[in-house]
């Protein structure tokens, strides 16, 4: 086991360098200069040529990259071009800001989804099943900004219940923080729950037809027992594994719902530093939610393997 | 006018050349009463004595004062919220150059006079008094005494000196340099004594006092020795306030400064949020999470424009957008297809359209309609596709051209340029629409694209725009404008001292201009502001500053 | 995404007839199915407009009426007009154009690619294998989304970028796929077969292991579709998309999302009905596809 659990961390290790040569290669090819996005549109090319050198964005790229990797070594992310402020501040207040946000997304979705997907699966075939499915597959397909548009338009605008503007009045209290979440977590919930209700139909449906329960059924214990006992279980355990491989697409969705609701989340902060041409800003956050997928899809895969002891010895893929 | 000659000549006693000029001119009454006022802060005139010659002339003695919309006397001890906008970089003074920055630096920092946004008329500030020489190339202040800083500090000239000619540095990237470009170099900042400081200009200016007013944001007075990098940690200033805590991306707090030399400051607190775009501020005010939006545009601001629940604070402007044409590229560098573009847009409709009628026509040049100096007489342009078409066909265009605009995602701009996309199809003209973050198109198109749209910010008189962006190798010349004629004029106009040759240099730069149409400026539009109908005392200027200290809760 | 991709089991048997009498009986089964006819009438609906939007749509989407701005739906402009007083009818109907065209060509570059990448690494294994597997790993930690906004931001924002962008992410998604399924079948017989007639591996790989495969290709590629015009609409959202005047989804409802405010509602909620029922539409096609081949 533990040797399963070091090798998977080998592998995120070794992801993870590679992900930050993509990262630092790309960054490189932004266009825009760093000392041109320091000083301004108006400084002369020779202020900016020796910002540049100061900065020691001159030198060559490898240099560059193995310095960088040593400061981000000892928790250093280096200074904003943008703000002419450390980074580090900005990372973990807006990692926060999204913690929350996916929270309040997370708590609201996931035992919905499941209940449905259950629900859906015990009724296979019928009229529910055939509603919560074309439901979910619906919300599956929507772009978050679309669910938001419609979120916005009815309860913000229409019926005016609910605050369209995810960040809550300074020093507010965390019921009117959550309160302020509620339409962007929807927003980030729906194609999410599109996810997680299929997979609970679907594992459902699998555990149903399989050998245990038929032999629990014929054993003669009561349906909602054998449901408890052995569908649920071998159900909810492919579940929990998408919701773990969802992180990294959640945090996708939440940088155009952060940028609709206007949250200063890791995504919209990502988006300003891409719009700014802001590069170490951009290699940090980006790196964030790397490290962030990562550290989940680890969390995902052991807990999968603790749970279920057939896959201990770890499958092809 | 009942004219009392004794009191006049007691008022002249010791007044320049042209403070006399200034005098003459309103007792033969070629300057209303405002526009003396006017002119006569410019130069230095002191408002006692601005108010003893208008009285001394028979007028009615009324001191200038800012007029704020609402009546009714603010209450004290009110914690106000302000919507603004996220500062776009670190909150340096001698850098900042956009909304959310100079809006902060204001909080705490105050300029050497205010330029009131009402009248146009500069009133003391951190200076009690300032005299030009007679040519009105050396420029004397005389400081306020009593000024002590929010760390502590007294004021002195040192102070007023180094930050200067900190924004005078010529090795370093400052936003002023803009403005002090050939107007005012390092060297030419001089301490007299403690409370004196002298401005040796490199040519002589009648418009200097208006350039060294808070119309020059980023010329807020800091202590001798400040770093500019690290000032966003302090804020500190001579101000009404004094920081709180700031906060990057999310906003800002400040308290009362009691030792402030104006007196009692009404709010108890300013909170400042910023938000990255409109709609999200104008729900907050909806919603009672915030006071006071500073700055608004009218597209979507619709609920609250004509809504007796707020206060709109309109303030006229010089803010505008400059479309400017290669003048030295082809098919551009023929000045009849350029004016057949400035011919084919219909500017009340767009005015219209974009500003719901908040704004004033332009002209295709940098007079302002409400400048003093702007010669209203020259015609103003109208849409005439005809012509446009004749032009073009006289050009050996008669079939039309496809060509590119480069511009920037910002504000009405992008809506803007459609418009002119599509007014140009009606001529034959077809422009391909290159619209990119800010930072792309400042870099890498603005001052080099075939057309560049560019946004301009306000300023209380036309130098600036008249030189940087006309002036041969003029830093902002992107329509690679070059003509002798015009720099000779221009030349003519900065050095001008009274209005009545300003307004005659200012019509024959308006005809030229019009006739050579180097950019295509549709509109002026109004700095707008709004707050509740509950709070009264808001002032705000034309440039986008907001003025707090006299606000508060009033009973209408 | 991983997820939607799952390891779809492979329906195809081992010989060409078997492959085609199975596409026959599929695609019988398809036409049957409720959610697939709902979905392609849709879609249909949509290429119809793309192919013809431009030239029955009542105003073209670019003339503007400055005076009529912001109008509300009238027999005149049954969307209404919006900011600049254009035909907001126009503009969807002519909008789909725009989203298809990229999300289509990205979708087909996307499958192109990843199915060569599938069957070279399924097929070869070995080192080449491991080693484009943690590049593909590395790229897929960071969400789709996020990926594209830092590559547009580096090439600059165009159809081509975009088009482009997205078939590249979309090449390791599908190559994962096609890997499993080449994996299956390499060890059939008339794999085996072919390599003891010393057939050359490109020979292998093209006429007997891609035939073969093709199945669960063609879930993806549906699959892929759908995703691919979600993901379109969004990058045109936060801008990256077709410069205006052009008009698309994305572009018009961020241009007007401000005004939503100001009660000019219509500005972006017909806009973002017709991205819904066309990603939908895709997914109800792509769902009983997945369906019909899974049996």
């Known amino acids: 086991m533990a040797v399963y659990i070091l090798k998977r961390l080998g592998l995120a290790l070794i992801t993870l360098w590679i992900l930050s040569m993509i990262i630092f290669w790309v960054g490189q090819q932004l266009p825009g200069d760093p000392g041109r996005t320091i000083l301004g549109n108006l400084a002369t090319p020779a202020g900016v040529a020796a910002l540049d050198h100061k900065l020691g964005v001159d030198r060559p790229i490898v240099t560059q990259y193995t310095d960088w990797v040593t400061k981000l070594a000892h928790g250093d992310m280096g200074s904003s071009y943008s703000f002419q402020a450390p980074i580090r501040p900005f990372i973990t207040s807006a990692l926060e800001n999204s913690l929350k946000l996916a929270l309040v997304a997370f708590f609201m979705c996931v035992p919905l989804a499941i209940v449905s997907g259950v629900i859906a699966a015990l009724k296979s075939g019928e009229w529910v099943d055939r509603a919560i499915s074309v439901f979910g597959l619906s919300l599956l397909g929507l772009p978050e900004f679309v669910s938001g548009v419609f979120l916005i338009m009815i309860f913000g605008i229409w019926l005016n219940v609910l605050p369209v503007g995810a960040t809550p009045p300074a020093g507010a209290d965390p019921f009117t923080q959550v309160f302020h979440l509620i339409l962007p977590a929807i927003a980030i919930a729906c194609v999410l729950f599109g996810y997680i209700m299929r997979m609970a139909r679907a594992g459902t449906i699998e555990a149903l037809n399989s050998d245990y329960t038929r032999t629990a059924v014929l054993k003669g214990l009561p349906t909602k027992t054998v449901v408890r006992r052995h569908v649920l279980r071998n159900a909810l355990l492919p579940t929990i594994t998408v919701v773990a491989t969802q992180v990294g697409y959640l945090i996708g969705g939440l940088l155009v719902v952060e940028y609709l609701f206007h949250y200063n989340g890791i995504g919209s902060l990502t988006f300003k530093a891409a719009q700014a041409k802001d590069f170490p800003l951009l290699e940090s956050t980006v790196l964030t939610i790397g490290v962030v997928y990562l550290v989940a899809t680890l969390i995902a895969d052991i807990t999968y393997t603790l749970l279920n002891p057939r896959l201990r010895l770890g499958g092809d893929t | ?556 | 995404m991983s997820a939607a991709v799952g390891d779809v089991p492979v329906a195809a048997g081992s010989g060409e007839s078997d492959v085609s009498h199975v596409r026959r009986e599929q695609w019988r089964e398809l036409r049957k199915s409720k959610t697939f006819l709902v979905g392609a009438t849709i879609l249909a609906f949509w290429i119809v407009c793309a192919i013809v939007g431009y030239r029955v749509v009542p105003h073209t989407p670019f003339e503007q009426d400055l005076l009529r701005t912001n109008a509300s739906p009238s027999t005149a402009h049954w969307f209404g007009t919006d900011q600049i007083g254009r035909d907001v009818f126009a503009r969807v109907i002519t909008g789909v154009r725009v989203v298809l065209v990229v999300a289509f060509l990205a979708t087909v570059l996307g499958t192109v690619l990843g199915t060569a990448l599938g069957l070279l690494t399924g097929y070869l294994r070995g080192w080449v294998d491991e080693a484009i597997s943690r590049f593909v790993d590395a790229l897929l930690a960071l969400p789709l989304v996020i990926t594209a906004v830092v590559v547009i931001a580096a090439l600059g924002p165009s159809n081509v970028t975009v088009t482009i962008c997205i078939g590249v992410i979309f090449t390791p998604l599908i190559a994962r796929t096609v890997r499993t399924a080449v994996i299956q079948e390499r060890e059939l017989d008339y794999i085996t077969a072919a390599r003891l007639r010393n057939e050359s591996a490109l020979y292998i790989m093209l006429s007997e292991l891609l035939p073969n495969v093709l199945s669960p290709v063609m879930v993806e590629f549906t699959v892929r579709l759908g995703y691919a015009v979600f993901t379109v609409a969004t990058l045109s959202f936060l801008g990256f998309g077709i410069p205006p005047p052009t008009p698309d989804w994305g572009d018009d409802i961020a241009d007007n999302i401000s005004v939503v405010a100001a009660g000019y509602w219509w500005e972006v909620l017909f806009a973002a009905g017709a991205i819904a029922s066309l990603v939908i539409a895709v997914n109800l096609v792509a769902d009983a596809i997945e369906k019909v081949t899974d049996e």
């Open chain 2, 1 to 556: 006018m009942h004219r009392d000659p004794k009191k006049l000549d007691q008022l002249r006693v010791g007044r320049s050349e042209l403070e006399n000029h200034v005098i003459d001119e309103f007792v033969a009454g070629r300057l209303s009463r405002r526009e003396f006022l006017r002119r006569g802060s410019i130069i230095g005139l002191s408002i006692p004595a601005l108010g003893a010659t208008v009285s001394a002339c028979g007028g009615a003695n009324s001191s200038p004062t800012s007029s704020s919309a609402p009546s009714g006397v603010p209450k004290a001890g009110a914690k106000l919220r302000i919507a603004g906008v996220v500062p776009t970089s670190a909150i340096n003074p001698a850098q900042i150059y956009d909304e959310g920055g100079l809006t902060m630096i204001q909080q705490t920092g105050e300029y050497l006079s205010f330029n009131d946004p009402k009248t146009n008329i500069l009133k003391p500030m951190l200076a009690t008094g300032f005299k030009p020489n007679a040519d009105a190339s050396v420029w004397t202040y005389t400081l306020r005494p009593g000024v002590t800083f929010n760390d502590g500090r007294p004021m002195t000239a040192d102070d007023v000196v180094y930050s200067f000619k900190q924004n005078t540095d010529p090795k370093v990237y400052v936003d002023a340099a803009s403005v002090f470009n050939g107007v005012l170099t390092n060297d030419g900042v001089k301490k007299i004594d403690d409370q004196t400081v002298e401005f040796n200009l490199e040519a002589p200016n009648g418009n200097f006092s208006y350039l060294i007013s808070s119309d020059n944001y980023n010329m807020i007075i800091v202590p001798n020795g400040t770093d500019y990098a690290k000032w966003q940690k302090t804020f500190v200033g001579t101000g009404p306030f004094k920081l709180t805590s700031y906060q990057a991306n999310s906003g800002a707090t400040f308290a009362p400064n009691p030792n402030w030399w104006g007196g009692n400051v009404l709010p108890a607190e300013l909170q400042h949020i910023f938000y990255p775009t409109q709609q999200p501020q104008i729900t907050a005010l909806q919603g009672g999470d915030v006071d006071i939006v500073n700055l608004i545009v009218p597209a979507g601001a619709e609920g609250v424009l004509n809504n007796p629940d707020y206060t709109l604070l309109d303030t006229k402007s010089s803010q505008h957008r400059e479309l400017s044409m290669r003048c030295d590229k082809p098919p551009w560098d023929n000045k009849l297809v350029r004016q057949a573009m400035a011919l084919s847009l219909n500017r009340p409709e767009i005015a219209q359209a974009l500003f719901k009628g908040y704004a004033q026509l332009g002209n295709d040049n940098p007079f302002a309609p409400f400048f003093r100096s702007t010669d209203t007489t020259v015609a103003q342009r109208v849409q005439d596709l005809t012509k446009a078409k004749q032009l073009l066909t006289q050009a050996g265009l008669p079939n039309g051209f496809t060509t590119d605009l480069y511009t920037e995602d910002y504000q009405e701009i992008k809506n803007y340029a459609q418009i002119i996309k599509q007014a140009a199809q009606a001529i034959g003209i077809n422009i391909n629409l290159h619209i990119d973050t800010q930072a792309t198109y400042y870099k890498d198109h603005w001052l080099s694209g075939i057309m560049s749209l560019v946004d301009y910010g306000h300023r209380g008189v036309p130098n600036v725009v008249l030189t940087a962006t006309l002036a041969k190798g003029g830093a902002w010349n992107a329509a690679h404008f070059a003509d002798s004629q015009y720099d000779a004029l221009v030349k003519q106009y900065v050095a001008a001292l009274d209005l009545s040759t300003q307004k005659q240099i200012a019509g024959q730069i308006e005809t030229l201009l019009l006739d050579e149409t180097p950019w295509i400026c549709a509109y002026y539009f109004d700095s707008l502001s709004v707050c509740k109908k509950t709070i009264g005392g808001v002032v705000t200027t034309g440039m986008g500053q907001i003025f707090l200290s006299g606000a508060g809760p009033i009973t209408a």
